[in-house]
T-cell receptor
């Protein structure tokens, strides 16, 4: 059973703080990982993808991958109220195969 | 259009009826995915097309669900004898190729009464 786990939250952080979102996956064959943001009533939007161990930075967002620990995280620096959304972690096992999504973590950035 | 489009945006039907949900992917994207999302859950994979063929349909819950992509572009998800448990948002996504990031459409909210 391929599983992706996330804390459902809500995770509340004050504006300007760093929000840290975590994700673990069960299938060691997972090769690529994705973070999506989903606003209420909207469809998921891709934020970042990560394929190799280590950090990947894009603006205020940093994705971290540790394949040995089967752990993926997303850091959001200088959090803004507009970052308030559900963040979905997804893993893909083989190229062309389906994505397995976690249940999402609800983030609330308080002004 | 620039993005993935889905029609209808909302569909209300009665238990036992047949429904079709349509997805128009981003032009040039060869891979197309269908997902189902219930409230408070992440998207649940249903089926993946590479071109015209279903490369992975392992997520279809039972034989009431079927999907086609006859010309390798637009796809239709078909649900027979709908049940109340089929109520969810049905999401379509496309990607340039199997190894690329997926981009989602706005979804179709299906309500089975």
């Amino acid at each position: 059973q391929k599983e992706v786990e996330q804390n459902s939250g809500p995770l509340s952080v004050p504006e300007g703080a760093i929000a840290s979102l975590n994700c673990t996956y069960s299938d060691r064959g997972s090769q690529s990982f994705f973070w999506y943001r989903q606003y209420s009533g909207k469809s998921p939007e891709l934020i970042m993808s990560i394929y190799s161990n280590g950090d990947k930075e894009d603006g205020r967002f940093t994705a971290q991958l540790n394949k040995a620990s089967q752990y993926v995280s997303l850091l959001i620096r200088d959090s803004q109220p507009s970052d308030s959304a559900t963040y979905l972690c997804a893993a893909r096992v083989n190229y062309g195969q389906n994505f397995v999504f976690g249940p999402g973590t609800r983030l609330s950035v308080l002004p | 259009g620039a993005g993935v489009s889905q029609t209808p945006s909302n569909k209300v039907t009665e238990k036992g009826k047949y429904v079709e949900l349509r997805c128009d992917p981003i032009s040039g994207h060869t891979a197309l995915y269908w997902y189902r999302q219930s409230l408070g859950q992440g998207p649940e994979f249903l089926i993946y097309f590479q071109g015209t063929g279903a490369a992975d349909d392992s997520g279809l819950p039972n034989d009431r669900f079927f999907a086609v992509r006859p010309e390798g572009s637009v796809s239709t998800l078909k649900i027979q004898r709908t049940e109340r448990g089929d109520s969810a948002v049905y999401l379509c996504a496309s990607s340039l190729g199997a190894q690329n990031e997926q981009f989602f459409g706005p979804g179709t909210r299906l309500t089975v009464l």
